[in-house]
């Protein structure tokens, strides 16, 4: 156990030492401030050590802050559901009694269960963690047991102050032992279940069967909470404490008891290494073509549609797209999978509410500029565009015959079409989804209204990403972008969307002026790209 408690130590003076080096490093590279910071800073151990000491003691009231601030969340999470489906005024300054259980109740599922049960799970030794046993050559077997056995109390006893204003509170002091050992109760059992299902060959990964099973329990037992709230009583937790305890126990007993801890960490450093593997894969290149190379990686070679009918740059388009169909419709589906989530979500409050939502027609134009956003983060345009260039532009480009302005117009018709096509079935779901919303009691002339702005947002979000790759072409042959415009109109849509969503100008004149808008300047965009795309739409050197 000593061992154990030295090596925590240790990693607690590393991974202060490495932020206070980064900190130094960059302060080093401050135009005034740098020159000032000698190099051997970084060689002052006996300046390091006073300054980790320092830094650890202020750092104490802030940890024990956040804990405190993870609880009162959980309370006022309580305290809304308890409101609003009581239909009561949501006043959080007058807390109703069965607030406390509920919110603990709800803390002690997310927190000991679901997160800390379920990442005893999860296979994976971050990248820091490896890198401190590598570098100081220590016990792989102690270092495991380190994290395993020490950080739960550690962690715990930060909770410690809150714990005692919520029992205070309260009224009840059972939450104090019950939230001191949530935390250990949810690791040891949870890395023992995981270590006896390894022992027997079940391995977990990531997204195993085993976390979905977790998070999936985790979120019925919330709702059951919240739903059958009138039933809980402080009663029950007694006999959790009991449980709590013999769960310690018993995990505690297997974990200490197991002889192949190398096994183990071998299993998890493999799986690490994966992780990094594909962390990698997911952030290569710049964010303007990071979307196209994950869909080439996700690119399978299945039998398409038949196109021996197309021809010329048709064919090359339609054979482009058949051949990311099936990538492109996951994206597709993965947005209207939110968006149907986010519909269910309301309507299950409505029916537990047992009160229906009257939402006026002042209400619902106010709401309306929303739309921007939702339709900003839906589209489609900017994942075309990265996957036209990664996937075909950046070969064909080299060709003189691709750069000729009949080609160049082909291709961008028939992907902004496509485009069209993959935007407008999200929009078009959007505008169901608001009629449902509403239970279509509102005007015909407001729906029409929402029918306009949102065609206008799906020519708009197909046209914009399209129009700029195509009017700039910043890339190079390397994939990296020269053009400092294409960069700030790449996210000027993000900041448009953002204002609609503050500016206070919701009525029929502002979303008609801005639909009207957003038509003109695809209409002026296309003018210009059929002038200016056969000039501009090369690789750049």
């Known amino acids: 156990m000593k061992t154990i408690l030295r090596y925590f130590w240790y990693q607690e003076k590393y991974n202060l030492y490495r932020t206070v080096n980064g900190f130094f490093y960059y302060l080093r590279k401050l135009p005034l401030v740098g020159k000032s910071i000698p190099e051997s800073i970084f060689k002052s151990y006996s300046f390091k050590s006073g300054l980790f000491l320092i830094l650890h003691v202020l750092s104490i009231p802030s940890r024990f802050l956040v804990k405190g601030i993870w609880l009162t969340i959980y309370s006022c999470i309580a305290a809304f559901w308890i409101k609003l489906l009581s239909n009561n005024q949501l006043d959080f ?38 890198e401190f046993m590598r570098n100081f050559g220590l016990s792989q077997s102690s270092f495991l047991q380190s994290q395993l056995f020490v950080e739960p109390i550690i962690t715990s006893l930060f909770y410690l102050p809150a714990l005692l204003i919520f029992s205070s509170l309260s009224g009840n002091w059972l939450y104090l032992p019950l939230g001191l050992l949530t935390i250990p109760t949810g690791v040891f059992s949870g890395h023992a279940l995981n270590r006896a299902l390894f022992n027997r060959g079940i391995f977990a990964r990531r997204n195993s069967w085993q976390s979905w099973v977790i998070l999936g329990t985790g979120l019925v037992a ?14 029950f937790l007694l006999p959790v404490l009991v449980c709590q305890v013999l769960l310690i126990w018993f995990g505690y007993g297997y974990l200490k008891q197991q002889t192949n801890h190398l096994d183990y960490l071998y299993y998890c450093m493999d799986q690490s290494l994966q992780m990094d593997k594909k962390i990698f894969e997911m952030t290569k290149g710049n964010e303007y073509i990071r979307q196209g190379l994950q869909m080439q990686a996700k690119l399978s070679m299945e039998k398409g549609k038949d196109l021996s009918h197309l021809s010329g740059m048709t064919y090359l388009n339609a054979l482009l797209f058949d051949r990311y169909r099936s990538v492109l419709t996951k994206k597709l589906h993965f947005r209207l999978g939110c968006l149907l989530a986010i519909v269910l979500f309301i309507e299950g409050i409505r029916w537990f509410s047992k009160e229906d939502i009257e939402i006026s027609n002042a209400n619902y134009i106010e709401g309306l500029p929303f739309a921007f956003m939702v339709m900003y ?20 480009l080299h060709y003189p015959f691709y750069r000729e302005a009949k080609t160049i117009i082909a291709g961008f018709h028939y992907r902004f079409l496509q485009t069209v096509k993959l935007n407008a079935a999200f929009s078009g779901s959007l505008l169901l989804a608001l009629i449902i919303f509403t239970r279509a009691q509102l005007p015909i002339e407001t729906y029409l209204l929402t029918a306009l702005l949102l065609l206008s947002l799906t020519a708009l979000f197909s046209f914009h990403d399209l129009f700029i790759y195509y009017i700039l072409q910043p890339f190079t042959k390397d994939m990296e972008v020269v053009n400092p415009v294409y960069k700030f109109l790449s996210g000027a849509l993000y900041w448009v969307a953002y204002l609609n969503t503050q500016l206070d100008l919701g ?29 501009t739409f090369r690789l750049k050197s």
């Open 222 to 235: 919330a709702a059951c909470l919240i739903l059958f709230r009138n039933h809980l009583s402080p009663i």
């Open 377 to 396: 983060a839906a589209s489609m345009g900017k994942a075309v565009a990265q996957m036209v260039f990664v996937n075909c532009d950046i070969s064909m």
């Open 93 to 130: 300054w007058q807390i109703p009694s069965d607030t406390w259980l509920l919110g603990f109740s709800m803390w002690m599922v997310f927190v000991g269960y679901t997160y800390r049960f379920g990442k005893g799970f999860e296979p994976f030794i971050a990248k820091s963690e490896r």
């Open 507 to 535: 009525s029929h004149t502002y979303i008609l002026l801005v639909s009207l808008a957003m038509i003109a300047y695809v209409s002026i965009g296309y003018w210009i790209l059929l002038k200016k795309a056969p000039q």
